[in-house]
Structures are given as C-alpha cells and as structure tokens.
C-alpha cells in the first residue's frame, strides 16, 4: 500500500461546480498535512494546511478524518484557474528525519 | 523574506555526460534543504536532504549526490547520467526549527532535465 494515495483522476468539472478530492495515508503517526497546488511543469506550492478541525480558505475547504486517516479538499465554484494538480502532503511518523510523503496528485481541469 | 533560486530551468544532456545543478536560499540560516525529483506523471521522490553543511542524507541509493558546501547552498551531482535521470528536479527549503515532524516546504521552480 502506498504511504499517501490519491485518485489520479483527472477531474474535468464545468466552472462554478464544487469538486471534492480525497487522499488516503497509511502511517497512523503521521501528524501534519497539507495541500500543495502545482500547475504543469511548476514548483508545488502551499495551498493550505489542515488541521483536525478542520479548515477553510475562500472557496476552499480542507478537513481530516484521523480515525480513518484521509484527507479531504473541497473547492467551491470553480474557476478556470483552480486548474492544475492538487498534492496530499502528509509530514511525520517516518523514520530517518523529517518525512515529507507527497502524493502522486489529482489532476483538476475546469471548462468553461 | 525568504526566496529559493535553482537554476537552470531546463536542461539537455547526453548519456554519460556529468551533472550539476544548484540551488540556493537567501532570508533565512541554517535551512533544512531538500533534493526532489519527479517524473513524469508521478509523485515527488525525495533524494537528499539536509540539515546543515555538510550534512547529507541519502533516500533512494542511486547515481547521483548531494553536496552543501556552504549554510545556504545545495549542489546535485552526477558523474555520469542514465536515461531514467531525466525527470524534474526540484529543491525545496523549511525553516530550520522544526521538531521531528517536519514543516511545510517552500520550493525553487524546478529544472526540467532530459538525458538523451
């Protein structure tokens, strides 16, 4: 089982949809998590933290569900913009040092 | 602030031929620094890491090394590229005052390298 996984998709979803995206992680030690945004041939970029309480951003959404350990990222009224592909990034729990595990990503595509 | 500069953008090599790219941070000491590669189509696979001159840890065993010669300054290497190096190369930075868990990481825009 991969350490952090996400459905590939991808997405393609009209503007003004809501569009949900999931990722599961496998270390039940893990304890930060993020969403990082990267368009193609990009650097990632920090799209938000997530926090047991869950967290909200403008149009965006993002909670975690520890007993079942997935990450959840909701994006309202979508834009062409919000296009690119979104990583589930889960920091800890690993050995060796600090441990970044990134997702392989969930392409989104918004058509006008 | 902090920025992250990598360079080159884009790079073509043949087989066999060395390496070096190079990445630096200017705003902050004593960075945790970070050697990515993603290929195309799949996740970011950590290479190196490090967390002060000298210091570099080692992921995935391979053809490539890391070298930090300076606080801010973190250098990858080949002797002698294969075709499978070809991919996207990023380095990445977090503040220095992290506990065991990590923190979130800033990144350089990358390098698109291509050995052919």
């Known amino acids: 089982r991969k350490e952090v996984e996400q459905d590939p998709g991808p997405f393609n979803v009209p503007e003004g949809a809501t569009v949900a995206f999931n990722c599961t992680y496998s270390n039940s030690a893990s304890q930060s998590f993020f969403w990082y945004r990267q368009d193609c041939r990009k650097e990632p970029k920090l799209l938000m933290s997530v926090y047991s309480s869950g967290n909200e951003d403008g149009r965006f959404t993002a909670q975690l569900n520890r007993a079942s350990q997935y990450i959840s990222l909701l994006i309202r009224d979508s834009k062409l913009s919000d296009s690119a592909t979104y990583l589930c990034v889960v920091n800890g729990g690993g050995t060796g040092g600090f441990k970044t595990i990134f997702g392989a990503g969930t392409r989104l595509f918004v058509k006008a | 602030s902090q920025t992250i500069h990598q360079w080159p953008a884009t790079l073509v090599q043949p087989v066999g031929s060395p390496l070096s790219l190079e990445c630096t941070v200017e705003?902050?000491?004593?960075?945790?620094l970070y050697w990515y590669r993603q290929a195309a189509g799949r996740g970011l696979q950590l290479l190196f890491y490090?967390?002060?001159?000298?210091?570099i840890s080692s992921e995935v065993p391979q053809n490539l090394s890391a070298s930090r010669p300076q606080d801010r300054q973190f250098i990858l290497s080949s002797k002698k590229l294969l075709l499978s190096d070809s991919g996207f190369y990023l380095c990445?930075?977090?503040?220095?005052?992290?506990?065991?868990?990590?923190?979130?990481?800033?990144f350089g825009s990358g390098t698109q390298l291509s050995v052919l």
């Open positions: 990445a930075w977090e503040p220095p005052d992290v506990g065991p868990l990590g923190e979130k990481l800033f």
């Open positions: 490090s967390v002060g001159i000298g210091q």
């Open positions: 705003g902050t000491s004593n960075p945790n």
